[in-house]
């Protein structure tokens, strides 16, 4: 298809779903944040369809991306991506805008340096060399550091990052090596065999990850935790399933809530009006009782 044809088609396919993602009102933040791969599609399409220019045309590349004029493109669409990032119809082709013009402020700033040895240069090369382990690696790290001390878990999520992003790629390569020498060995039967069992196992890995997780440390994902007990209500919005007890347990709380025949938390309430409770005329017949004595 060639560059152009592949980010076009590509990301107009994207932008379509999104739209009908948000005007349709299904599940829109976990589907947009990439749930459903498509959504997030445009930005992947736009740097692989700049590695391929670059690999093609480098020079070209090189001097588009060092001008004036595309810096001023970049900033020009990420703050225009932002603005739109504010309305819901916006936000169908903000995320793609913000990336992108990003993506062009940084590489004018930092990718066209003439000194490419330079201590500067040396440590983003090193970054981008080891941006996806870095990317595997850091959220829990920081998830547990940084509420722990702000300042001090930021610094030590940044070396741990580091030395988890480098021992997660040397055990990586320690068991992916071994295994493409071996498997060049073997012929095609024997590896559509070992890949079914590898299928297999990895399938049991990750229901047994989800059991357990649903187990000892259940999250809230698509939905919001009290929905298990609510029906949708014409008037209301939501109430209550009618005579229905059901177990709410998720992040930060485990109770059942149970509902009577109306949709209201709590036991019946009895056809029948109990008699009134008059406590000036237990006064007087408690009054009668002493004088009896």
Same mark, same amino acid.
């Not at 379509?16 to 749930?35: D, H, M, P, Q």
């Given at each position: 298809?060639?560059?152009f044809q592949f980010l076009l088609f590509g990301s107009l396919a994207a932008f379509i779903v999104r739209a009908g993602v948000?005007?349709?009102? =299904?599940? *829109?933040?976990?589907?947009?944040?990439?749930?459903?791969?498509?959504?997030? %599609?445009?930005?992947?399409? =736009?740097?692989?369809?700049?590695?391929?220019?670059?690999?093609?045309?480098? +020079?070209?590349?090189?001097? %588009?991306?060092?001008?004036?004029?595309?810096?001023? !493109?970049?900033?020009?669409?990420?703050?225009?991506?932002?603005?739109?990032?504010?309305?819901?119809?916006?936000?169908?082709?903000?995320?793609?805008?913000?990336?992108?013009?990003?993506?062009?402020?940084?590489?004018?700033?930092?990718?066209?340096?003439?000194?490419?040895?330079?201590?500067?240069?040396?440590? =983003?090369?090193?970054?981008?060399?080891?941006?996806?382990?870095?990317?595997?690696?850091?959220?829990?790290?920081?998830?547990?550091? *940084?509420?722990?001390?702000?300042?001090?878990?930021?610094?030590?999520?940044?070396?741990?990052?580091?030395?988890?992003?480098?021992?997660?790629?040397?055990?990586?390569?320690?068991?992916?090596?071994?295994?493409?020498?071996?498997?060049?060995?073997?012929?095609?039967?024997?590896?559509?065999?070992?890949?079914?069992?590898?299928?297999?196992? !990895?399938?049991?890995?990750?229901?047994? =990850?989800?059991?357990?997780? +649903?187990?000892?440390?259940? +999250?809230?994902?698509? *939905?919001?935790?009290?929905?298990?007990?609510?029906?949708?209500?014409?008037?209301?919005?939501?109430?209550?399933?009618?005579? +229905? @007890? @059901?177990?709410?347990?998720?992040?930060?709380?485990?109770?059942? *809530?149970?509902?009577?025949?109306?949709?209201?938390?709590?036991?019946?309430?009895?056809?029948?009006?109990?008699?009134?409770?008059?406590?000036?005329?237990?006064?007087?017949?408690?009054?009668?009782?002493?004088?009896?004595?």
């Amino acid at each position: 298809m060639g560059a152009f044809q592949f980010l076009l088609f590509g990301s107009l396919a994207a932008f379509i779903v999104r739209a009908g993602v948000i005007f349709f009102e =299904f599940k *829109v933040s976990s589907l947009l944040y990439g749930a459903f791969f498509i959504t997030r %599609l445009p930005e992947f399409a =736009f740097g692989m369809a700049f590695a391929w220019c670059l690999r093609n045309n480098a +020079q070209q590349v090189y001097d %588009l991306m060092s001008s004036r004029w595309t810096m001023f !493109m970049a900033i020009g669409l990420y703050i225009s991506g932002t603005l739109l990032s504010i309305t819901w119809a916006g936000m169908t082709v903000a995320p793609f805008m913000v990336g992108v013009g990003i993506f062009g402020i940084l590489y004018g700033i930092l990718g066209n340096k003439k000194e490419t040895s330079s201590p500067i240069a040396g440590v =983003f090369t090193w970054v981008g060399r080891h941006s996806y382990s870095l990317y595997l690696v850091h959220h829990p790290i920081l998830a547990i550091l *940084v509420p722990i001390h702000a300042l001090g878990g930021t610094l030590l999520s940044i070396l741990g990052s580091i030395i988890g992003a480098i021992g997660l790629e040397k055990i990586v390569n320690r068991i992916v090596e071994p295994l493409t020498a071996r498997l060049k060995k073997y012929d095609l039967k024997k590896l559509v065999k070992w890949t079914a069992m590898a299928a297999v196992v !990895m399938s049991i890995c990750a229901l047994g =990850f989800e059991l357990a997780i +649903q187990r000892f440390d259940p +999250q809230e994902v698509i *939905v919001w935790g009290e929905q298990p007990s609510l029906a949708p209500h014409d008037d209301f919005g939501w109430y209550l399933k009618p005579n +229905q @007890t @059901t177990h709410l347990r998720w992040e930060s709380y485990d109770y059942y *809530v149970k509902s009577n025949e109306l949709g209201f938390p709590g036991p019946s309430y009895p056809e029948q009006k109990a008699p009134r409770h008059d406590p000036h005329n237990d006064f007087w017949r408690c009054l009668h009782k002493r004088r009896g004595r």
